[in-house]
C-alpha cells in the first residue's frame, strides 16, 4: 500500500514536472492553475485567458464518481453489481462511444475485461497470478459485443463487469476542452495524468513541449513532442505492475487472453483531437503490439503515435517525426513510419 501511494507521489511529481515544461514560456499574465487527485492520478490545470480550473476539476471530480468501478456510489459499480442499470446520460454516452472504439480496434480495446482486471490484484494492489484454468474462464467473459445499451439502460450478460479506466481520461480531456471554449480561455495545458489536453496557444505563441515518461524511469523523460493543440494520451506498463517469480505483470490485460500484455512494447503515445480516442488508442495499440499498431495507424489515420519497443526501437509515425527531440544520448534506434512502409 505504502508502495502504491509512494508510487502516486512519484507519479505526481512527474506530471506536475511535463506540465511546468509544457507551459514554461513567460505567460503575458499570471495563468489559472489547479492540481488535485481524481481518477487515481494527480491532474495539474493551466490555463490562460480564463478563471476555469475549478469547473475542470468540479467535472473531474464529478466523472470519477460515476464512472469509478471501485467506487460503491458510482454508476458503474451499481451496473457491475446488479448486471443493468439506467445510466446518466453522460455515462451511456461514453459507454456507446467506447464501445464504437472496441468494435474499430477490433476488440484490443475491451472495456468487460474488469473481472480479469480484479482477478490479477490491479485494482487492490494485492496481486495474484491466476491459474491457466480461471484465465481461460476469465476471457470466455470479456466481450463488449455482450453489452446491451437501450436509450440509458445498459445490461450486462451473466458474470460480465465494465471498466471504463482505458478512456476516462480521455472523455473528461474533450468535456474540459469544452468548459475552455465555454470559458473563453485562450490556451491551456491540463495534465490528466498520462492523458495531456493542449488547447489553444500560449501566450508567447510558441509551440507546446510535452514530454514522454520514459518507461526505465518514469519520473523523467526520454524525449519531447513540439506540438499544436490536441489530446496525447500515453499507455505505459510501468503505471501500474508488479513481479512474481521473475516475471514482470502489467495491467494493461489481452482481452483474447486475460493475461497481461507481454509483446515487447514499452510505451504508446497517441495524439489525436478526440481525447476519448487518443486514450482507447493509446491502451488498444499498446494491446496489438508494435506491428499491429502500425498497421492500425496505417488503416484508420487520424492520429499519430510514438511507440517505444523493448529492443531498443522508437517508432514516431509521419506526423510526429520531426516534432520529437530526445533527451539525451539514448541508446534506441529512431524509425520514422510512413503510410507506404515501416521505414525499418
Ligand atoms: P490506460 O492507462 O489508458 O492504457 O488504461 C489501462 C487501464 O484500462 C487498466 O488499468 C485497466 O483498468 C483497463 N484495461 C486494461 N486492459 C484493457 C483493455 N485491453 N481494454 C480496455 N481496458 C483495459
Ligand atoms: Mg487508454
Not at 44 to 51: C, F, K, R, S, W
Not at 246 to 263: F, S
Not at 275 to 282: I, K, N, Q
Not at 318 to 340: C, L, N, S
Request: hydrophobic residues 45%; aromatic residues 6%; negative net charge.
Amino acid at each position: 500500500m505504502m508502495k502504491r501511494v509512494f508510487r502516486r507521489v512519484l507519479c505526481g511529481m512527474m506530471i506536475l514536472l511535463i506540465t511546468l515544461t509544457a507551459g514554461c514560456s513567460a505567460p503575458a499574465s499570471d495563468p489559472d492553475t489547479a492540481s488535485f487527485t481524481a481518477m487515481d492520478t494527480v491532474m495539474t490545470l493551466t490555463v490562460y485567458g480564463a478563471d476555469c480550473c475549478e469547473r475542470i476539476r468540479d467535472r473531474a471530480l464529478e466523472l470519477d464518481q460515476r464512472l469509478s468501478a471501485v467506487d460503491e456510489d458510482s454508476e458503474i459499480f451499481a451496473l457491475n453489481r446488479d448486471g443493468t442499470a439506467v445510466l446518466s446520460a453522460d455515462t451511456a454516452a461514453l459507454v456507446r462511444r467506447t464501445l464504437t472504439l472496441s468494435a474499430d480496434l477490433d476488440g484490443a480495446l475491451d472495456p468487460t475485461v474488469y473481472p480479469a482486471v480484479l482477478a490479477w490484484g490491479f485494482t487492490t494492489g494485492d496481486y495474484a497470478v491466476p491459474d491457466d484454468e480461471a484465465l481461460r474462464a476469465l476471457a470466455a467473459r470479456i466481450d463488449y459485443t455482450a453489452v446491451t445499451l437501450s436509450g440509458d439502460v445498459c445490461t450486462l450478460k451473466d458474470g460480465m463487469m465494465l471498466d471504463l479506466g482505458a478512456v476516462a481520461k480521455g472523455w473528461l480531456a474533450d468535456e474540459a476542452k469544452a468548459i475552455l471554449a465555454d470559458s473563453g480561455a485562450d490556451g491551456a495545458v491540463l495534465n490528466l495524468g498520462g492523458t495531456i489536453l493542449l488547447y489553444g496557444s500560449k501566450p508567447d505563441g510558441s509551440a507546446f513541449r510535452v514530454g514522454i515518461a520514459d518507461p526505465a524511469a518514469p519520473a523523467s523523460c526520454f524525449g519531447y513532442l513540439n506540438l499544436g493543440e490536441g489530446v496525447v494520451a500515453t499507455s505505459g506498463g510501468y503505471e501500474r505492475c508488479f513481479e512474481r517469480d521473475g516475471v514482470r505483470y502489467i495491467h494493461i490485460l489481452d482481452p483474447a487472453t486475460a493475461r497481461p500484455v507481454d509483446n515487447g512494447v514499452l510505451s504508446v503515445t497517441v495524439i489525436c483531437d478526440e481525447g476519448v480516442a487518443a486514450d482507447a488508442l493509446s491502451t488498444a495499440l499498446f494491446v496489438m503490439g508494435a506491428e499491429g499498431a502500425l498497421d492500425c495507424w496505417r488503416a484508420h489515420g487520424g492520429f499519430d503515435c510514438v511507440i517505444l519497443t523493448d529492443d531498443g526501437r522508437l517508432y514516431l509515425t509521419d506526423g510526429v517525426a520531426d516534432r520529437f527531440t530526445p533527451a539525451g544520448d539514448d541508446e534506441y534506434e529512431i524509425m520514422p513510419v510512413h503510410r507506404d512502409h515501416t521505414g525499418s
